[in-house]
Protein backbone atom coordinates (compact mmCIF):
# COMPACT_ATOMS: atom_id res chain seq x y z
CA UNK A 1 0.00 0.00 0.00
CA UNK A 2 1.56 3.12 -0.62
CA UNK A 3 1.18 6.15 0.73
CA UNK A 4 -0.58 9.18 -0.55
CA UNK A 5 1.73 12.04 -2.21
CA UNK A 6 -0.42 14.83 -0.61
CA UNK A 7 -0.62 12.83 3.04
CA UNK A 8 3.16 12.54 3.02
CA UNK A 9 3.41 15.93 2.50
CA UNK A 10 1.47 17.23 5.28
CA UNK A 11 3.34 14.51 7.76
CA UNK A 12 6.37 15.64 6.51
CA UNK A 13 5.78 19.47 6.26
CA UNK A 14 8.36 21.24 8.60
CA UNK A 15 9.85 18.37 10.35
CA UNK A 16 13.22 18.81 10.78
CA UNK A 17 14.97 15.40 11.14
CA UNK A 18 13.19 11.83 10.37
CA UNK A 19 15.64 8.90 11.78
CA UNK A 20 14.40 7.16 9.27
CA UNK A 21 12.52 8.15 6.68
CA UNK A 22 12.18 4.49 5.34
CA UNK A 23 11.13 2.89 8.86
CA UNK A 24 8.36 5.85 9.16
CA UNK A 25 6.82 4.71 5.23
CA UNK A 26 6.98 1.17 6.33
CA UNK A 27 4.93 1.26 9.53
CA UNK A 28 2.45 3.70 7.82
CA UNK A 29 1.80 1.16 4.88
CA UNK A 30 0.89 -1.42 7.61
CA UNK A 31 -2.87 -2.04 7.72
CA UNK A 32 -3.31 -0.71 11.46
CA UNK A 33 -3.07 2.54 13.20
CA UNK A 34 0.12 3.42 14.66
CA UNK A 35 1.07 4.92 18.27
CA UNK A 36 1.92 8.30 18.25
CA UNK A 37 3.98 9.55 21.30
CA UNK A 38 4.44 12.84 22.75
CA UNK A 39 5.67 13.23 26.29
CA UNK A 40 5.31 16.78 27.74
CA UNK A 41 6.47 17.84 31.75
CA UNK A 42 4.34 19.66 33.65
CA UNK A 43 6.92 22.28 34.80
CA UNK A 44 4.75 25.28 34.16
CA UNK A 45 1.26 26.32 34.10
CA UNK A 46 0.91 27.34 30.35
CA UNK A 47 1.42 26.04 26.82
CA UNK A 48 2.75 28.55 24.43
CA UNK A 49 2.92 28.65 20.11
CA UNK A 50 6.31 26.50 20.89
CA UNK A 51 4.46 23.88 22.32
CA UNK A 52 1.99 23.87 18.98
CA UNK A 53 4.63 23.55 16.62
CA UNK A 54 4.28 19.67 17.97
CA UNK A 55 0.76 19.31 18.75
CA UNK A 56 -0.24 20.34 15.35
CA UNK A 57 2.08 17.54 13.87
CA UNK A 58 0.21 15.06 16.19
CA UNK A 59 -3.35 16.42 15.05
CA UNK A 60 -1.94 15.46 11.30
CA UNK A 61 -1.63 12.24 12.19
CA UNK A 62 -4.34 12.02 14.78
CA UNK A 63 -6.81 13.46 11.45
CA UNK A 64 -5.00 10.46 9.21
CA UNK A 65 -6.25 7.89 11.93
CA UNK A 66 -3.60 6.73 14.27
CA UNK A 67 -3.61 6.61 18.28
CA UNK A 68 -2.32 9.83 20.03
CA UNK A 69 -0.50 8.65 23.41
CA UNK A 70 -0.29 12.06 25.17
CA UNK A 71 2.46 11.37 28.05
CA UNK A 72 2.35 13.94 30.87
CA UNK A 73 5.70 13.42 32.98
CA UNK A 74 4.39 13.20 36.41
CA UNK A 75 7.26 11.25 37.26
CA UNK A 76 9.76 12.61 35.26
CA UNK A 77 9.01 16.34 36.19
CA UNK A 78 10.35 15.46 39.70
CA UNK A 79 13.88 15.21 38.17
CA UNK A 80 13.43 18.15 35.25
CA UNK A 81 14.66 17.67 31.62
CA UNK A 82 18.39 18.55 31.46
CA UNK A 83 18.08 19.05 28.00
CA UNK A 84 19.63 22.46 26.51
CA UNK A 85 20.45 23.40 30.93
CA UNK A 86 23.16 24.52 32.13
CA UNK A 87 22.89 23.53 35.63
CA UNK A 88 20.77 21.35 37.66
CA UNK A 89 16.55 22.46 37.35
CA UNK A 90 15.29 22.98 40.49
CA UNK A 91 12.88 20.42 42.06
CA UNK A 92 8.92 20.64 41.99
CA UNK A 93 6.74 20.33 44.59
CA UNK A 94 4.26 17.44 43.64
CA UNK A 95 1.59 19.83 44.00
CA UNK A 96 3.14 22.34 41.89
CA UNK A 97 3.24 19.22 39.17
CA UNK A 98 -0.50 18.32 39.59
CA UNK A 99 -1.45 21.97 38.90
CA UNK A 100 0.17 21.81 35.80
CA UNK A 101 -0.91 19.03 34.78
CA UNK A 102 -4.47 19.95 35.29
CA UNK A 103 -3.95 22.71 33.04
CA UNK A 104 -2.29 20.58 30.42
CA UNK A 105 -5.22 18.84 29.72
CA UNK A 106 -7.17 21.60 29.35
CA UNK A 107 -5.40 23.57 26.83
CA UNK A 108 -4.34 20.45 24.72
CA UNK A 109 -7.45 19.19 23.28
CA UNK A 110 -7.95 23.20 21.94
CA UNK A 111 -5.76 21.54 19.27
CA UNK A 112 -6.22 17.71 19.81
CA UNK A 113 -9.31 15.49 19.15
CA UNK A 114 -10.08 14.78 23.13
CA UNK A 115 -12.31 11.35 21.92
CA UNK A 116 -9.35 10.32 19.90
CA UNK A 117 -5.92 11.20 22.32
CA UNK A 118 -4.80 8.58 25.42
CA UNK A 119 -3.99 10.30 28.06
CA UNK A 120 -1.42 8.47 30.65
CA UNK A 121 0.61 9.46 33.25
CA UNK A 122 4.72 8.12 33.21
CA UNK A 123 3.98 7.82 37.71
CA UNK A 124 1.69 4.49 36.14
CA UNK A 125 4.41 2.57 35.04
CA UNK A 126 7.45 4.11 36.40
CA UNK A 127 6.54 3.72 40.31
CA UNK A 128 5.50 0.22 39.57
CA UNK A 129 9.37 -0.13 38.47
CA UNK A 130 10.69 -0.44 41.60
CA UNK A 131 14.46 -0.47 42.77
CA UNK A 132 15.13 -3.95 40.76
CA UNK A 133 13.34 -2.89 37.60
CA UNK A 134 15.60 0.76 37.91
CA UNK A 135 18.92 -1.37 38.40
CA UNK A 136 17.78 -3.07 35.43
CA UNK A 137 16.84 -0.12 33.51
CA UNK A 138 20.42 1.54 34.32
CA UNK A 139 22.35 -1.94 32.98
CA UNK A 140 20.82 -0.79 29.57
CA UNK A 141 23.87 2.42 28.80
CA UNK A 142 26.55 3.75 30.23
CA UNK A 143 28.62 7.04 31.84
CA UNK A 144 30.34 7.09 28.21
CA UNK A 145 27.25 6.91 26.20
CA UNK A 146 26.10 10.09 28.67
CA UNK A 147 28.72 12.42 28.24
CA UNK A 148 28.29 12.14 24.75
CA UNK A 149 25.13 14.77 25.37
CA UNK A 150 26.35 17.68 24.06
CA UNK A 151 24.86 19.91 27.41
CA UNK A 152 26.61 17.14 29.75
CA UNK A 153 29.98 17.14 27.90
CA UNK A 154 29.82 21.25 28.04
CA UNK A 155 28.88 21.01 32.21
CA UNK A 156 31.58 18.17 32.54
CA UNK A 157 34.35 20.18 31.07
CA UNK A 158 33.29 23.04 32.50
CA UNK A 159 33.01 20.93 36.21
CA UNK A 160 29.65 22.19 36.86
CA UNK A 161 27.58 19.51 38.98
CA UNK A 162 25.51 17.15 36.82
CA UNK A 163 23.98 15.24 39.08
CA UNK A 164 22.62 11.17 38.97
CA UNK A 165 19.12 11.85 38.55
CA UNK A 166 19.60 13.55 35.53
CA UNK A 167 21.44 10.70 33.44
CA UNK A 168 18.23 8.96 34.75
CA UNK A 169 15.93 11.61 32.83
CA UNK A 170 16.87 10.13 29.25
CA UNK A 171 16.62 6.46 30.48
CA UNK A 172 13.10 7.01 32.16
CA UNK A 173 11.71 8.90 29.05
CA UNK A 174 12.95 5.82 26.70
CA UNK A 175 11.32 3.66 28.84
CA UNK A 176 7.80 5.27 28.58
CA UNK A 177 8.50 4.34 25.19
CA UNK A 178 8.95 0.54 25.76
CA UNK A 179 5.50 1.20 28.41
CA UNK A 180 3.28 2.02 25.46
CA UNK A 181 5.03 0.06 23.00
CA UNK A 182 5.42 3.47 20.99
CA UNK A 183 6.25 3.38 17.22
CA UNK A 184 6.88 7.11 16.25
CA UNK A 185 7.77 9.43 19.19
CA UNK A 186 7.92 13.66 18.31
CA UNK A 187 10.20 15.96 19.65
CA UNK A 188 12.07 19.64 19.51
CA UNK A 189 15.54 19.56 18.00
CA UNK A 190 16.46 19.75 21.42
CA UNK A 191 15.28 16.50 22.14
CA UNK A 192 17.06 13.94 20.04
CA UNK A 193 19.79 12.55 22.69
CA UNK A 194 16.33 11.05 24.83
CA UNK A 195 14.37 10.28 21.42
CA UNK A 196 17.08 8.18 19.92
CA UNK A 197 16.97 6.83 24.17
CA UNK A 198 13.81 5.34 23.46
CA UNK A 199 14.93 3.59 20.18
CA UNK A 200 17.80 1.75 21.74
CA UNK A 201 15.29 0.82 24.99
CA UNK A 202 12.85 -0.56 22.80
CA UNK A 203 15.55 -2.90 21.13
CA UNK A 204 16.92 -3.86 24.74
CA UNK A 205 13.19 -4.67 25.89
CA UNK A 206 12.70 -6.77 22.00
CA UNK A 207 10.23 -4.21 20.86
CA UNK A 208 10.46 -2.67 17.58
CA UNK A 209 12.38 0.56 17.98
CA UNK A 210 10.05 3.99 17.48
CA UNK A 211 10.42 5.97 14.67
CA UNK A 212 12.23 9.63 15.97
CA UNK A 213 10.88 12.86 14.42
CA UNK A 214 12.21 16.38 15.65
CA UNK A 215 10.60 19.62 14.77
CA UNK A 216 12.45 23.36 14.24
CA UNK A 217 12.26 25.21 17.60
CA UNK A 218 10.13 28.05 17.30
CA UNK A 219 11.86 31.62 17.81
CA UNK A 220 10.14 33.98 20.66
CA UNK A 221 8.73 37.61 19.66
CA UNK A 222 11.82 39.03 19.97
CA UNK A 223 13.10 36.71 16.91
CA UNK A 224 16.48 35.37 18.77
CA UNK A 225 15.60 33.63 21.16
CA UNK A 226 13.33 30.63 21.65
CA UNK A 227 9.88 30.99 23.14
CA UNK A 228 9.64 30.41 26.52
CA UNK A 229 7.90 31.33 29.50
CA UNK A 230 11.17 32.68 31.11
CA UNK A 231 12.31 35.01 28.46
CA UNK A 232 8.68 36.74 28.32
CA UNK A 233 8.98 36.22 24.38
CA UNK A 234 6.11 33.76 24.08
CA UNK A 235 2.39 33.76 22.60
CA UNK A 236 0.06 31.76 25.44
CA UNK A 237 -2.84 29.35 24.07
CA UNK A 238 -4.60 31.61 26.97
CA UNK A 239 -3.91 35.10 25.40
CA UNK A 240 -7.08 36.30 24.49
CA UNK A 241 -7.65 36.83 20.69
CA UNK A 242 -6.66 40.89 21.01
CA UNK A 243 -3.37 39.91 22.43
CA UNK A 244 -2.58 36.80 19.99
CA UNK A 245 -3.23 39.18 17.07
CA UNK A 246 -0.98 41.86 18.28
CA UNK A 247 1.61 39.32 19.15
CA UNK A 248 2.25 37.71 15.83
CA UNK A 249 2.19 41.26 13.97
CA UNK A 250 5.03 41.92 16.60
CA UNK A 251 7.20 39.32 15.17
CA UNK A 252 10.24 40.28 12.96
CA UNK A 253 9.01 40.23 8.91
CA UNK A 254 11.99 37.34 8.88
CA UNK A 255 10.16 34.77 10.89
CA UNK A 256 7.26 34.82 9.13
CA UNK A 257 7.14 32.40 6.94
CA UNK A 258 8.87 29.76 9.52
CA UNK A 259 5.81 30.19 12.12
CA UNK A 260 3.01 30.02 8.81
CA UNK A 261 5.06 26.57 8.33
CA UNK A 262 5.11 25.29 11.86
CA UNK A 263 1.96 26.59 13.10
CA UNK A 264 -0.65 26.53 10.36
CA UNK A 265 -1.71 25.09 6.96
CA UNK A 266 -1.09 28.70 4.76
CA UNK A 267 0.76 28.21 1.24
CA UNK A 268 4.24 29.81 2.35
CA UNK A 269 4.57 30.69 -1.66
CA UNK A 270 1.90 32.74 -2.12
CA UNK A 271 2.38 34.77 1.78
CA UNK A 272 6.33 35.68 0.16
CA UNK A 273 4.50 37.35 -2.62
CA UNK A 274 2.12 39.88 -0.15
CA UNK A 275 3.73 43.12 1.62
CA UNK A 276 5.07 41.89 5.09
CA UNK A 277 2.11 43.66 6.91
CA UNK A 278 -0.56 41.60 4.62
CA UNK A 279 1.51 38.49 5.00
CA UNK A 280 1.31 38.63 8.87
CA UNK A 281 -2.04 39.80 9.31
CA UNK A 282 -2.92 36.55 7.33
CA UNK A 283 -0.85 34.77 9.48
CA UNK A 284 -2.54 36.75 12.62
CA UNK A 285 -6.14 36.02 11.63
CA UNK A 286 -5.31 31.79 10.58
CA UNK A 287 -3.82 31.50 14.12
CA UNK A 288 -6.57 33.26 16.34
CA UNK A 289 -9.23 31.85 14.28
CA UNK A 290 -7.42 28.71 15.11
CA UNK A 291 -8.00 28.44 18.89
CA UNK A 292 -11.09 31.13 19.09
CA UNK A 293 -13.09 30.92 15.57
CA UNK A 294 -13.33 33.13 12.62
CA UNK A 295 -15.86 35.86 14.02
CA UNK A 296 -12.85 36.36 16.79
CA UNK A 297 -9.80 36.51 14.69
CA UNK A 298 -11.91 39.33 12.29
CA UNK A 299 -12.90 41.18 15.40
CA UNK A 300 -8.90 41.17 16.73
CA UNK A 301 -8.17 42.09 13.68
CA UNK A 302 -10.75 45.51 13.47
CA UNK A 303 -9.11 46.36 16.95
CA UNK A 304 -5.41 46.26 16.27
CA UNK A 305 -6.48 48.49 12.93
CA UNK A 306 -8.12 50.53 14.83
CA UNK A 307 -5.39 51.23 16.95
CA UNK A 308 -2.75 50.90 15.17
CA UNK A 309 -3.75 52.36 11.33
CA UNK A 310 -6.56 54.93 12.77
CA UNK A 311 -4.47 55.58 16.40
CA UNK A 312 -7.56 54.98 18.26
CA UNK A 313 -7.85 53.98 21.71
CA UNK A 314 -9.50 50.10 22.33
CA UNK A 315 -13.32 49.91 23.20
CA UNK A 316 -12.51 48.43 26.46
CA UNK A 317 -9.82 49.80 28.49
CA UNK A 318 -9.62 47.65 32.26
CA UNK A 319 -9.57 51.02 34.98
CA UNK A 320 -7.37 50.34 38.03
CA UNK A 321 -7.83 52.55 41.19
CA UNK A 322 -4.54 54.01 43.23
CA UNK A 323 -4.30 57.14 45.78
CA UNK A 324 -5.08 60.65 44.96
CA UNK A 325 -1.40 61.70 45.66
CA UNK A 326 1.64 62.11 43.54
CA UNK A 327 2.93 58.43 41.84
CA UNK A 328 6.58 57.91 40.86
CA UNK A 329 6.28 56.39 37.70
CA UNK A 330 7.99 53.53 38.21
CA UNK A 331 6.25 52.97 41.22
CA UNK A 332 2.73 53.29 39.62
CA UNK A 333 3.27 51.15 36.57
CA UNK A 334 4.24 48.24 39.24
CA UNK A 335 1.34 49.38 41.48
CA UNK A 336 -1.11 48.98 38.04
CA UNK A 337 0.22 45.71 36.79
CA UNK A 338 1.58 47.25 34.03
CA UNK A 339 5.21 45.98 34.60
CA UNK A 340 5.97 43.05 36.67
CA UNK A 341 8.93 45.02 38.90
CA UNK A 342 10.16 48.09 39.33
CA UNK A 343 13.05 47.39 37.48
CA UNK A 344 11.28 46.95 34.37
CA UNK A 345 9.31 49.99 34.89
CA UNK A 346 11.91 52.07 34.67
CA UNK A 347 13.66 50.02 32.03
CA UNK A 348 10.05 50.91 29.25
CA UNK A 349 10.06 54.28 30.64
CA UNK A 350 13.46 54.68 29.62
CA UNK A 351 13.12 53.77 26.25
CA UNK A 352 10.31 56.00 25.83
CA UNK A 353 7.99 52.94 25.73
CA UNK A 354 5.10 54.89 27.90
CA UNK A 355 2.61 57.67 26.95
CA UNK A 356 0.21 59.34 30.09
CA UNK A 357 -2.91 61.16 28.37
CA UNK A 358 -0.98 60.78 24.38
CA UNK A 359 2.13 62.18 25.98
CA UNK A 360 5.87 59.98 26.41
CA UNK A 361 6.99 60.42 29.84
CA UNK A 362 10.28 59.24 31.39
CA UNK A 363 11.29 57.65 34.54
CA UNK A 364 12.59 61.14 35.81
CA UNK A 365 8.68 62.13 36.00
CA UNK A 366 5.80 62.10 38.37
CA UNK A 367 1.72 62.11 38.24
CA UNK A 368 -0.03 63.77 40.55
CA UNK A 369 -3.14 61.38 40.24
CA UNK A 370 -6.24 64.34 40.53
CA UNK A 371 -8.12 62.45 37.64
CA UNK A 372 -8.82 60.02 35.46
CA UNK A 373 -5.62 59.20 32.86
CA UNK A 374 -4.86 57.14 30.14
CA UNK A 375 -1.88 55.18 29.85
CA UNK A 376 0.02 53.65 27.17
CA UNK A 377 2.63 50.80 27.59
CA UNK A 378 4.27 49.57 23.90
CA UNK A 379 1.87 48.99 21.04
CA UNK A 380 -1.20 47.41 22.57
CA UNK A 381 -1.30 47.98 26.23
CA UNK A 382 -3.94 50.59 27.60
CA UNK A 383 -4.98 50.77 31.37
CA UNK A 384 -7.20 53.94 32.56
CA UNK A 385 -5.77 55.03 35.79
CA UNK A 386 -8.01 56.90 38.50
CA UNK A 387 -7.86 58.35 41.85
CA UNK A 388 -9.95 56.17 45.24
Known amino acids: MSIPTEQWQKITRGCAEIISEEELKKKLQKAKPLRIKLGVDPTAADLH ?6 L ?29 RSETRPTLKPQEIWEHAKTYQDQVFLILD ?11 WLNALGL ?22 ERFAAKSDISLLEFYYPLLQGYDSVAIQSDLELGGTDQKFNLLMGRE ?17 LE ?11 YGNYIAFNDSPKEKFGKVMSIPDTLMTKYAELLTDLDTATLKTLHPRQGKELLAKTLVALFHGEDAARAAAEEFSKIFSKKEVPDAVTEVLLARESHRLTDLLFAAGLAPSKKEAQRLLSQGAVEVDGKRVGEKDTLDLQASVLVQVGKRRFLRISPK
Open 114 to 124: RTKTQVRFNST
Open 220 to 230: GLDGVKKMSKS
Open 132 to 153: PGMLELSRRTTVAQMLERADFK
Open 56 to 84: RKLKTFQDIGHQIEFIIGDFTARIGDPSG
Open 49 to 54: FGHLVV
Open 201 to 217: IQRDYQQEPQVVMTLPL
